[in-house]
């Protein structure tokens, strides 16, 4: 079966005062029906940047998408008119974004943000969009939906806005889901309701959800497959259960053991043992050499790395020279 | 936990804030952001303050230490009241008790250079010669890992991590006994947060520092923290050593504290089903409910709950604040 969406070798460059900068350099993922993508990495590695390309958002100028290919359902979405990509945003491919407070608008009601949303992509009268409205505010668990329905995003909680975002992300059922950070903003016992409705939309609709994140225990509880983004590139792809319990790339396990994760046998011993570190910082984008780019920081760098690793291998693909070496 | 004569002991500390509206010969409004919160910290150990944003982990703190203006308690601290020192004695009284703040870019001012940033402390309490001063600078800029000859740059010329180093540099300079640290990693990125918690941990370690430890991360919490209070809507609601509070939580709201947060034994891949998971949001500090303030949201929750506020009552070395605690 081929997969819902298909992006390859996606090369993304910004023109900044530093000159071309290379956002995303070769992004290659696949997103079948039904499963979750995580995609996990630091700030700056190109994690949202992705998303936005999907979306076909990249602020242009300064962006520009430089080369690859992104495919819905067979059709290429790169060069596409704004009208076509106009009718997939929303009805065929959803967004949650990180803050839910600025990407609502304050002005509008929330009922009538959602079917602001209906109107546009499946028409009908206003009285329909607005009874579908409440029906999805109801969907997503918010308690009244006829009463929240009328209400303001400032008369929500940040947990309430993020049920409205997944609301109105849902209406026009769509089969992608791209959540950027979702919970980022909210409460660890907030966070947990999302996730837990995430799952069961998931499970009901059956979307496929890119879930974009810097925290590997959201990856734990909501992705089948992960990818590891680092400095613009993908440097790890595999099921979640792969990466955690054996991650290939330094970056990534050094990722997994620098977390100070709940975890039982740690709280319950005397003292804590020490984080594992990962020294230094992620370079900027514009001092970016040929070679690795995570070798200033990796313990097991060695001659080879200074030429860029290609990520290879199937279903669990790394890109480190170190790791093909001690695979051979 | 009862240690003999801790270094911090915060009695019945309460904060309200007065509410704008009510007209002029209307009844008071308060917004009760702390109600009523008991704790202390040990010499050389960590005490972690958790709970959700609004919970009022902060204002204790900041009231605690007289950065915030309290309304009711006593906050003993080497054999004073600070509640009740004098402008002068208090000022005095800072050089033992620093703060290091959740956000370094806003809490590092742009225009100083870095070095009399860290400086400024020593200057201000007027501690030591200028030339002793420069050198406990370039001292403390060793100890957190910053090479000296950074000492003349600017705020901005520095990634996160390492103006988090400086705002550690800078607590550090008077050479306290406490230091309070407000969400000192959560504005941090992953990869640097480690980095952090370990330093903090190594100078706890050499130094004897003591920490009030601020946050809303259970992970972090586990990994620093000896002894923990939960608090939720202004009150503690369970007070224990790192072990009991991960070991056997007592109240409704921390087993549901420590379901929530992620961890990496919790897979999609084995069909995870969340125990307990709470509903809602809590209640507004401003209109407190009558009974627990949890009730709304406990699972476990019955009709004298609604009714009966419960105290904070200590068994056995940990308190709960709980009719039906586990």
């Known amino acids: 079966m081929a997969p819902l969406l298909e992006v390859k070798d996606l090369k993304v460059e910004f023109s900044t005062r530093y000159g071309n900068v290379t956002a995303l350099d070769g992004v290659s993922f696949e997103l079948n029906a039904g499963e979750t993508l995580g995609v996990v990495g630091e700030s700056g590695c190109g994690k949202s940047i992705t998303a936005l390309a999907v979306m076909g958002l990249i602020p242009m100028p300064p962006g520009r998408i430089a080369g690859g290919s992104i495919k819905f359902k067979g059709e290429e979405l790169i060069g596409a008119p704004e009208s076509r990509l106009r009718q997939l945003r929303g009805a065929e491919i959803g967004m949650i974004f990180q803050e839910p407070m600025t990407s609502l608008n304050p002005v509008f009601r929330v009922g009538d943000q959602i079917a602001e949303a209906i109107l546009l992509h499946q028409g009908g009268s206003k009285a329909e969009a607005r009874a579908r409205a409440v029906e999805l505010l109801k969907t997503v668990g918010i308690p009244e939906p006829d009463r929240r329905a009328r209400a303001y995003p400032h008369e929500l909680s940040g947990g309430m806005r993020q049920r409205v975002m997944i609301a109105m992300a849902m209406s026009c059922r769509p089969q992608v889901l791209i959540a950027d950070e979702p919970t980022t903003a909210l409460d660890v016992t907030v966070q947990a309701q999302i996730f837990d409705l995430m799952r069961e939309i998931q499970q009901e609709f059956g979307v496929a959800i890119i879930m974009i994140t810097h925290d590997m225990g959201a990856i734990s509880e909501m992705a089948d497959r992960v990818a590891v983004m680092y400095a613009g590139k993908m440097i790890e792809e595999g099921s979640a259960d792969a990466i955690l319990d054996s991650p290939g790339h330094p970056y990534t396990s050094g990722l997994i053991g620098c977390i100070p994760i709940l975890d039982q046998a740690i709280a319950l011993s005397d003292r804590p043992p020490p984080l594992a570190e990962i020294p230094g910082v992620v370079p900027p984008l514009h001092l970016l050499g040929a070679g690795c780019a995570f070798a200033e920081r990796c313990s097991q760098v060695h001659d080879a790395c200074t030429v860029s690793p290609v990520l290879i291998g199937a279903p669990h693909a790394v890109a480190c020279h170190a790791y093909a070496a001690g695979k051979s | ?326």
């Open chain 2, 1 to 326: 936990m009862d240690q003999i004569t801790p270094l911090l002991d915060v009695k019945n500390l309460s904060v309200r804030f007065q509410m704008p509206g009510g007209g002029l010969f209307g009844p008071k409004r308060f917004l009760h952001a702390v109600r009523d919160v008991s704790f202390s910290v040990a010499r050389g150990r960590t005490l972690g303050l958790v709970g959700e944003s609004g919970s009022g982990k902060t204002t204790t703190a900041m009231s605690a230490i007289r950065l915030a203006p309290s309304y009711q308690g006593e906050v003993h601290f080497n054999g004073n009241d600070l509640l009740q020192l004098d402008p002068e004695a208090m000022r005095q009284e800072r050089r033992n008790l620093q703060v290091i703040f959740q956000d370094p870019y806003s809490s590092l001012n742009p225009r100083d250079r870095v070095g009399a940033i860290v400086r400024e402390p020593l200057d201000l309490l007027g501690i030591g010669t200028v030339e002793e001063r420069g050198a406990r600078v370039s001292e403390l800029f060793g100890l957190v890992g910053l090479r000296p000859d950074q000492m003349s740059l600017f705020p901005h010329q520095f990634s996160g991590g390492q103006r988090q180093r400086i705002s550690i540099a800078r607590a550090m300079s008077t050479n306290p006994s406490l230091i309070v640290c407000d969400e000192p990693v959560s504005a941090l990125d992953v990869a640097i947060q480690a980095q952090i918690l370990n330093l903090l941990r190594k100078l706890q370690d050499e130094l004897g520092l003591s920490y009030l430890f601020i946050s809303h991360d259970l992970g972090v919490v586990q990994f620093i923290c000896d002894d923990i209070a939960v608090m939720y809507l202004g009150q503690v609601v369970e007070y224990a050593s790192r072990k009991e509070i991960f070991g056997s939580p007592k109240h409704p709201y921390t087993q549901a504290l420590l379901d929530s947060a992620p961890s990496l034994a919790r897979r999609k891949s084995s069909g995870y089903k969340r125990q307990a998971a709470v509903s809602g949001d809590p209640p507004s500090p401003v209109n407190i409910p009558p009974g627990c303030a949890f009730a709304g949201r406990c699972p476990k929750s019955q009709a004298r709950c609604d009714t009966d506020r419960p105290v904070l009552t200590a068994d056995a070395g940990r308190s709960v604040a709980c009719h039906f605690p586990n």
